[in-house]
């Protein structure tokens, strides 16, 4: 078994198992909420409304 690693300075080091993880989690969260909240705006297709939506939308998310 592996030993208990308490230090957060090894636990998120860039190359870490942790570090990967939480990464992909991010990714796979952060677009999930980028279909979800700009997509049907982007559906919509009005360029200059998209970017005046986009940002309240963001804004207010």
């Known amino acids: 078994m592996a030993p ?3 230090d957060p300075n ?3 080091r860039g ?3 942790t ?3 939480i ?3 991010m990714k796979l969260a952060g677009m999930h ?3 979800v909240t700009l997509k049907p705006v982007i559906d919509e297709e009005n360029l200059r409304q998209y970017v005046e939506r986009f940002f309240n939308v963001i804004t207010k998310s």
């Open 4 to 6: 208990l690693c308490r």
């Open 10 to 12: 090894t636990i998120f």
């Open 15 to 17: 190359n870490s198992l």
């Open 19 to 21: 570090s990967k993880c």
């Open 23 to 25: 990464d992909e989690t």
């Open 33 to 35: 909420y980028l279909q």
